[in-house]
């Protein structure tokens, strides 16, 4: 069984350009959230989706996008990056219903924006 | 939207030491689980615990759902233990989002 991968572990971008974010979930799970974390901070959600569609959404202005694909992997777009972007980004996976074991995280992918 | 409190923010033990960490929520717990965050950013689920409780080695976990909390118990604290403890409980709704509180920060010195 494999867990949950992000890539990649680290990006340095400038003001105002765009990244992707991937992740891949974990062995049977269908359902996929993201999350920002800045420093010192509990993760914040951003939104899931749950087969290829958005079911769910926080507090993030449209600059901050995503897609799932068939085979439940998963991308974090960011476009006209500011500062404050910079953060963990952590991405879960889960199996809806929920299993006994939840949602399981990836590593991240902490981006920093100069 | 339903609010997570968890206390102590900050606990710095010495090995050895146990520790009890509380998670309270401001509406009914569905399923709750707690993560542990290393010093390098990984979450870690440590327990999914809708109701009752769990151990694992070292580790337990007690939820009180319709009193709307979750106790994580440490014993026989290991530096390896340090890193940022989170309890998380989906919103209602159905939207399936993953509400986190600010977590304990825990510290423990050889």
């Known amino acids: 069984e494999t867990g949950v991968t992000q890539s990649p572990t680290h990006l340095i971008k400038t003001r105002g350009q765009q990244v992707t974010l991937r992740c891949s979930s974990q062995?049977?799970?269908?359902?996929v959230s993201w999350y920002q974390q800045a420093l010192g901070q509990g993760p914040q959600f951003i939104f899931q989706?749950?087969?290829?569609?958005?079911?769910g959404r926080g507090n993030f202005p449209p600059r901050f996008s995503g897609l799932q694909f068939p085979n439940y992997s998963s991308e974090l777009n960011v476009n006209a990056l500011e500062l404050d972007d910079s953060a963990l980004y952590l991405c879960?996976?889960?199996?809806?219903?929920?299993?006994?074991?939840?949602?399981?995280f990836g590593s991240g992918t902490r981006l920093t924006v100069v | 939207g339903i609010q997570v409190e968890q206390s102590p923010p900050d606990l710095i033990l010495q090995e050895g030491a146990n520790s009890t960490l509380r998670c309270n929520f401001s509406?009914?717990?569905?399923?709750l689980q707690w993560f542990h965050q290393n010093p390098w950013g990984q979450l870690i689920n440590l327990f999914y615990?809708?109701?009752g409780t769990k151990q694992n080695g070292r580790l337990s976990a007690t939820t009180v759902a319709t009193e709307r909390y979750s106790l994580l118990y440490i014993s026989s604290s290991q530096t390896t233990d340090s890193g940022v403890y989170f309890c998380?409980?989906?919103?209602?709704?159905?939207?399936?989002?993953?509400?986190f509180g600010k977590g304990t920060k825990l510290t423990v010195n050889p």
């Open positions: 879960a996976s889960s199996l809806v219903p929920l299993g006994d074991y939840g949602y399981t």
């Open positions: 062995s049977g799970h269908n359902t």
């Open positions: 989706y749950y087969r290829e569609e958005e079911n």
């Open positions: 509406d009914s717990v569905n399923n």
């Open positions: 615990i809708p109701s």
């Open positions: 998380r409980d989906p919103a209602q709704g159905g939207s399936e989002k993953l509400v």
